[in-house]
């Protein structure tokens, strides 16, 4: 059964940093692409970084870049969301999902396999 669990959010002050953790089963992150999003409450679910199958192409939403990088671990079978800078608008739950297909995307329903979240908190 394939399946996705997030980890590693948490309480943070502004201007802190966090890693975030993707980890796959059932299925090889090297085979699909993988995508970092997130949820404030009242508003839509949004992008944030992919990257896809090969590791190569990777892309950032304007409002992370320069502050987030998205890596993997295909040994631990596991993709990285590492956050830094982080600002009280950063607060949200934030899910990783995957695409079979391991092209990234932009919409949402494209991804096939979805995590539970974690939630990420920065607050002084």
């Known amino acids: 059964q394939s399946q996705i669990v997030e980890s590693g959010g948490g309480l943070v002050q502004p201007g802190g940093s966090l890693r975030l953790s993707c980890a796959a089963s059932g299925f090889s992150v090297e085979e699909y692409a993988i995508g970092w999003f997130r949820q404030a409450p009242g508003k839509e679910r949004e992008k944030l970084s992919c990257i896809n199958s090969s590791g190569v192409s990777v892309n950032y939403e304007d409002s992370v870049k320069g502050r987030f990088t998205i890596s993997r671990d295909n040994a631990k079978n596991t993709v990285y969301l590492q956050m830094n800078s982080l600002k009280p608008e950063d607060t949200a739950v934030y899910s990783c999902?995957?695409?079979?297909?391991?092209?990234?995307?932009?919409?949402?329903?494209?991804?096939?396999?979805w995590g539970q979240g974690t939630q990420v908190t920065v607050s002084s």
């Open positions: 999902a995957a695409i079979k297909n391991g092209f990234c995307s932009a919409y949402l329903f494209l991804y096939d396999y």
